[in-house]
């Protein structure tokens, strides 16, 4: 079973598009978004919940003002700022700048301060048309994405392999953060989406420069090429000193768009799209470099 990470340098280059379009081809897969900030392979593949886990990612801390005597020290201790006083001088934390370290509770001579888990964040298993997906749902400034991603893969790998599929193909998060790391370790291979803006480029190559020290398979395409030819010929060039695989140049298409809007990957709107025709050929190629590296894989 070889597992493939669709990964962008930045948001808004089509990642998930493309991912979909893959989840169309891909003869024997289990699906897995491990973008868990902002989760939206579900709004194509409209998967059917068959298991809602939940996954406690943290603590956070809050004052009990029945308690609390406006000492001030919790506020001294907290390297994170997230402890203020309203403006009659009572104590109060915010839960959006508490990183949950406790520190406060401790120090607090009063016992006014308790922690609680955050558990309103939770992963799912669920049917779609393509095959089983592993997905999740975190709210908005949530810590331990990281580990929310090694959580899903890790039951994306149980079922590929329950489920007797060849491949795990995921849609990852973009930039170079925690999720990023977390969906790039151990992956086979990863397909990097390139947008051909000077922003797209940048960030892209801080990407590859990430995943090479995860010493994985690394192959690009470049989305929407035709935006900016110049670019894309600048990109090109780097690619190849890099040593980097350019699967396919993809041209700009609206009907990539209207697809979406249908709910659809664009090989189910229009199979015989120059797209669609250019997604066939990706996931060949991918197949083929997959092979190319069995070293790599368990
Ligand atoms: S738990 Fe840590 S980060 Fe949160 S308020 Fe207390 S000291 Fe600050
Ligand atoms: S340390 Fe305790 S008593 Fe002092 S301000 Fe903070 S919560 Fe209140």
């Known amino acids: 079973m070889k597992e493939i990470t669709v990964l962008s340098g930045k948001g808004g280059t089509g990642k998930t598009s493309i991912t979909a379009a893959l989840a169309t081809v891909v003869e024997s897969g289990v699906f897995c978004d491990t973008d868990v900030d902002a989760a939206d392979l579900h709004l194509v593949l409209h998967p059917s919940v068959q298991e809602e886990h939940t996954f406690i990612s943290g603590w956070t801390a ?11 020290l919790c506020s001294q201790h ?19 700048q508490c990183e949950g370290c406790r520190l406060c509770e401790r120090v607090c001579p009063q016992q006014a301060i308790y922690s609680k888990r955050n558990s ?25 994405s990281g580990k929310l991603v090694s959580q899903v893969r890790a039951k994306a790998k149980e ?8 491949y795990i193909l995921s849609d990852g998060p973009p930039g170079i953060g925690c999720a990023t790391i977390s969906s790039l370790s151990g992956t086979h291979q990863v397909l990097l989406v390139i947008e051909p803006t ?43 000193e890099r040593g ?9 298409d609206e009907e990539v ?42």
């Open 62 to 72: 809050t004052i009990n003002p029945q308690l609390c005597k406006a000492c001030g």
């Open 78 to 96: 907290c390297r994170f700022e997230a402890i203020h006083t309203h403006s009659q001088g009572e104590y109060y934390i915010n839960p959006f």
């Open 120 to 144: 309103d964040n939770f992963w799912y298993v669920s049917s779609t048309r393509f095959g089983t997906l592993v997905h999740a749902h975190m709210d908005p400034g949530e810590e331990n």
């Open 159 to 166: 079922l590929a392999r329950n489920e007797n599929r060849d």
């Open 198 to 240: 000077r922003s797209g480029w940048h960030d892209a190559e801080r990407l590859l420069d990430l995943a090479a020290t995860f010493q994985t398979g690394l192959c690009a395409v470049i989305n929407k090429y035709d935006i900016s030819p110049e670019i894309s010929s600048e990109i090109e060039a780097s690619l190849n």
């Open 244 to 252: 980097v695989p350019l699967l396919a140049r993809i041209p700009f």
């Open 257 to 298: 768009v209207w697809a979406m809007e249908a709910g659809k990957t664009i090989l189910e709107y229009r199979p015989e799209s120059p797209v669609s025709h250019q997604i066939r050929s990706i996931w060949e190629a991918l197949k083929n470099e997959v092979c190319l590296s069995p070293k790599k894989y368990d």
